[in-house]
């Protein structure tokens, strides 16, 4: 499995943002898809995810902030950001969990930058 995620940029504080990962390759029909981030010097902490039949997970952080949503025709997963605040700045990694065969891939990231 393939990941390519886009969408990533710079944007002032209260600002919006879209994110988009597209799967290719071997995808199992069951499988959850998402978003983790990382910023500089601190570990990679989860943001959101979902799964095939759209169950939604969130980090604390972002509740009611961010917005997962996903196309499974597409096999893309979406990430609506929104109130943007300067500590939502980092990389933002893509995210897919095979559940039949439980294999996890990552993608390459894309950057976030909030300006205060």
């Known amino acids: 499995v393939q990941l390519q995620a886009s969408g990533g940029g710079l944007v002032q504080t209260g600002g919006s943002l879209r994110l988009s990962c597209v799967a290719s390759g071997s995808i199992f029909s069951r499988n959850v898809m998402g978003w983790y981030r990382q910023a500089p010097g601190k570990q990679r902490e989860l943001v959101a995810t979902i799964t095939n039949g759209g169950n939604t997970n969130y980090g604390d952080s972002v509740k009611g902030r961010f917005t997962i949503s996903r196309d499974n025709a597409k096999n893309t997963v979406y990430l609506q950001m929104n109130s943007l605040k300067p500590e939502d700045t980092a990389i933002y990694y893509c995210?897919?969990?095979?559940?039949?065969?439980?294999?996890?891939?990552w993608g390459q990231g894309t950057l976030v930058t909030v300006s205060s």
């Open positions: 995210y897919y969990y095979d559940l039949r065969d439980r294999f996890s891939t």
